[in-house]
């Protein structure tokens, strides 16, 4: 079964509102990583969370290893943070990473 | 900082021939470089995992035999697709790390491959 699970899957935002991407893992994980693709597929590492909290500009993300989730949250949304956000997990058997399915963000006017 | 390069960007290929693609790990050393493809319209999938003087860790469903991978150095890997077909286009992306497996990754643009 998928072993990482994002959500929402889709989302539409208006410039300005505030978002909350989701990542919950259903085995045990030794650390995750937050990706924006862009458009043409090659990925930008947003965050690199092993655990606790990071924040970066508007974007803040907090990791809690032992409950097995993580979030991403985007601050007064802008148009050009458009674009699919993909979690991956690292597990601590030795496995690499696994991708979650991501969230699509639409920022409109 | 930590960059990593993929070559080609993209390439097409027949049906039933092999391409070669690579990477390159620059301002650090890659001791693990992980293959990965997406599929059209799916998230990444993981193909194997290399790490210097380790065995490569192929992921079920990808094979050496179909997927052989070379990572002669710390800062250099290749992967041959053989003998392509329609499931095998998508977007291949390696990503390396210093740290071992537990490191964060760093991503090249993908190398985008279509099967004619």
């Known amino acids: 079964g998928q072993q990482v699970q994002q959500s929402p899957t889709s989302l539409v935002l208006q410039e300005g509102e505030n978002a909350e991407l989701q990542c919950n893992f259903s085995?045990?994980?030794?650390?995750m990583q937050w990706f924006y693709q862009r458009p043409g597929g090659s990925l930008v590492s947003v965050f690199y969370?092993?655990?606790g909290t990071k924040q970066s500009g508007r974007l803040t993300s907090t990791t809690v290893i032992k409950e097995r989730r993580s979030s991403l949250h985007i601050s007064s949304s802008q148009i050009t943070d458009s674009g699919t956000y993909l979690c991956?997990?690292?597990?601590?058997?030795?496995?690499?990473?696994?991708f979650g399915t991501g969230t699509k963000l639409q920022v409109v006017p | 900082g930590a960059l990593v390069y993929q070559y080609p960007r993209r390439t097409i290929c027949k049906s039933g021939t092999s391409m070669r693609m690579e990477c390159q790990a620059v301002?650090?050393?890659?001791?693990?470089v992980a293959w990965y493809r997406q599929s059209p319209q799916k998230t990444f999938e993981l193909i194997a995992l290399?790490?210097?003087?380790?065995?490569?860790?192929?992921e079920q469903n990808f094979t050496q035999e179909k997927f052989p991978i070379s990572h002669p150095n710390l800062s250099f890997s290749s992967m041959t697709v053989l003998n392509a077909y329609l499931e095998d286009r998508g977007l291949y992306l390696c990503?390396?790390?210093?740290?071992?497996?537990?490191?964060?990754?760093?991503f090249g643009p993908g190398t985008r491959l279509t099967v004619l």
């Open positions: 991956a997990m690292e597990r601590n058997s030795g496995t690499y990473q696994r």
């Open positions: 085995t045990s994980l030794n650390s």
């Open positions: 969370n092993p655990s």
């Open positions: 301002g650090f050393q890659a001791t693990s």
């Open positions: 290399s790490t210097v003087n380790s065995a490569i860790k192929y």
């Open positions: 990503g390396a790390s210093w740290g071992g497996i537990y490191a964060e990754q760093f």
